[in-house]
């Protein structure tokens, strides 16, 4: 009766490996590492592992994990929600985690290696919390949309301060410039710490794909079929909190994919939530990796940043999706 | 005759007003139970305090079982509830939103079998709905649309079907045409609760209706009785004219008192 996706999994699969493999092979400029790095590995193989596990190898990997993280949490938040606007950057869980962050770095919290994605998830979840407080049991969008404009500006207001009380001025532009989002520059230890977390809240977003479906009918026939309606909200919201925090801890923040990508996944899946989730982490990461690749290529040898392209592409989809929304209903 | 549900002194509130003061009645296997009552009555609460969705203070029982030693699950497979007006989010196509009512057959990572597929097609038969079931429910008209949020809730395949209000915004047509489904389901074995306020499809289809007013069990035996003048004045402060049927009376209000 009921078809599963096998096909659409596995033609994403494919296309995550591909960007994946691309994202190792392209370099500054869009030089291609095959034909540049075959000489240089036969002139100094050293350098040329070092380039390989410490910088590309490291970048592709937070690149599929986040990419994953923000496609799978978008589409189980649109799916608990009902809305299909429901983003982790719209609804103020990457501006929280940004805050987490930053507070963690700035005021010397400490907590060692843990501390930046503890503190990405402590303020995720924090901004989750207040979000549901302030919006409530079934929130209409106008409701949803607001609260998460008014956690989002309260949360950029206090990382703000925080930057504005920054001792120098050199460690607030390294902070300024980390927010924008990027993939770049981090290290293998960035996706040793941060990984697990993701994983995590993947694993916990997961054992909610039935309820979702189920939440579909709104959140009292959800209920009526058998699942706890406050255990399957704290589970997606912690999950969420979890890896969206883990990844704007070490990324920053990258918006829209969330948001984008469960969209134009939906219709593939006949707009199942609980058959959403597994497609959209994969077109996440597939689409995190090739935005990424897309800021290599200026041939300046100035990278763009991540975030900025996400945003600069994925605002007017979300404008477009306002649109559509406000015409299929009047609100 | 063998008891399917019971309640003892329900009470629930609604937004800390009590809405429900003490309801006290029975549904029997293979009976189609009409609650009945003005607006606010509590016909509703009732519904959503059965189904567990609201706090309660009293008890329900379900085939002589206290409903709070059943775990959600096991009471999401006894007992099937519709909402008023209830609507899909998404363009889901129609089958696989009734299939939606087998949910609390499969186990954490079990797909569904041939049972639940049956239970499907079942369902989709009894409801009307098998023309469209390739469409998004979205995409469908509001009597077509009810008909498969009832057939979702037929899949459940519980002892126990609460609907609320599932004639509402309806054409008399497909009120027709929800009211037979329910009978049909009853007549196999199994219980109806609906709540109804048309007195005439009450009056037909329903075994026995219950009567709320204020939170209160105000009259519960079989239509006849309960619709009795005494009642619509009192209670739904109305006067109605009166014809007999085949099956029950036609009760068309007349004027207000």
Not at chain 1, 25 to 36: I, P, Q, W
Not at chain 1, 201 to 222: C, F, N, P, Q, V
Not at chain 2, 41 to 57: C, D, S
């Amino acid at each position: 009766m009921i078809r599963s996706n096998l096909k659409l999994n596995l033609a994403l699969a494919l296309l995550v490996a591909a960007a994946f493999a691309a994202s190792i092979a392209m370099g500054r400029g869009g030089t291609f590492l095959t034909d540049a790095f075959r000489e240089a590995y036969a002139l100094d193989p050293e350098t040329f592992a070092v380039i390989l596990y410490d910088i590309r190898l490291p970048r592709a990997l937070l690149g599929l994990f986040v990419g994953a993280s923000l496609g799978l949490c978008g589409a189980a938040l649109q799916g608990l929600l009902q809305n299909p606007l429901a983003e982790p950057g719209l609804i103020g869980a990457s501006s929280g985690a940004a805050l987490g962050a930053v507070s963690v770095f700035y005021f010397s919290l400490g907590g060692g290696m843990l501390g930046l994605p503890l503190g990405g998830i402590a303020g995720a979840a924090l901004a989750l919390g207040i979000l549901y407080a302030l919006a409530g049991r079934n929130p209409s969008l106008t409701t949803l949309i607001l609260a998460g404009v008014a956690i989002s500006a309260f949360a950029g207001a206090l990382t703000s301060l925080a930057l504005s009380l920054a001792p120098s001025p050199y460690a607030a532009l390294e902070i300024v410039f980390w927010m924008l989002g990027s993939l770049a520059d981090r290290s293998m230890e960035h996706v040793l710490f941060a990984a697990p977390f993701m994983v995590l809240g993947a694993l916990i977003i997961a054992s909610t794909a039935r309820a979702l479906d189920a939440y579909a009918l709104g959140e009292d026939t959800a209920t009526s079929l058998g699942f706890n309606p406050a255990s399957v909200k704290a589970r997606v919201i912690l999950g969420t909190a979890l890896a969206v925090g883990a990844a704007v801890a070490v990324t920053g923040v990258v918006g829209f994919i969330g948001l984008v990508v469960p969209h134009l996944v939906r219709p593939l899946v006949g707009h199942s939530p609980a058959r959403l989730l597994l497609p959209s982490a994969l077109a996440g990461a597939a689409l995190t990796l090739a935005a990424d690749i897309v800021v290599r290529l200026p041939p300046t040898g100035l990278e763009l940043k991540l975030g900025v392209i996400t945003a600069l592409l994925g605002a007017p989809f979300f404008l477009y999706l306002v649109l559509k929304a406000r015409r299929e209903a009047a609100w | 005759m063998v008891r399917a549900l019971r309640t003892e002194n329900l009470k629930a509130a609604l937004n800390e007003r009590r809405v429900l003061r003490g309801v006290s009645l029975e549904l029997q296997k293979g009976e189609v139970l009409g609650l009945i009552g003005p607006n606010g009555a509590g016909k509703t609460t009732l519904v959503r305090a059965v189904a567990g969705l609201i706090p309660h203070e009293g008890d329900i029982f379900i085939d002589e079982e206290p409903v709070a030693s059943l775990d959600r699950r096991e009471r999401a497979r006894r007992l099937s509830y519709l909402a008023q007006g209830a609507e899909s989010r998404w363009p889901i196509l129609a089958e696989r939103l009734v299939a939606l009512g087998r949910l609390p057959h499969l186990g954490p990572f079990m797909r569904p079998g041939a049972e639940d597929d049956a239970a499907v097609q079942r369902a989709m038969e009894r409801a009307d709905v098998m023309a469209f079931k390739d469409r998004p429910v979205t995409r469908l008209s509001g009597g077509e649309r009810a008909r498969v949020m009832l057939a979702r809730a037929l899949a459940v395949e519980a002892p126990v079907l609460l609907v609320d209000e599932p004639t509402a915004s309806l054409d008399p047509y497909h009120q027709l045409q929800i009211m037979e489904v329910l009978r049909g389901f009853a007549d196999e074995g199994r219980s109806v609760i609906a709540v109804l306020h048309d007195l005439s499809l009450a009056s037909r289809f329903c075994d026995r209706l219950a009567l709320l007013h204020e939170g209160h069990l105000a009259a519960f035996g079989v239509p006849g009785e309960v619709l009795c003048d005494a009642n619509l004045e009192k209670i739904y402060r109305i006067s109605a004219r009166r014809q007999k049927g085949e099956r029950g009376e036609i009760v068309l209000p007349w004027a207000r008192l």
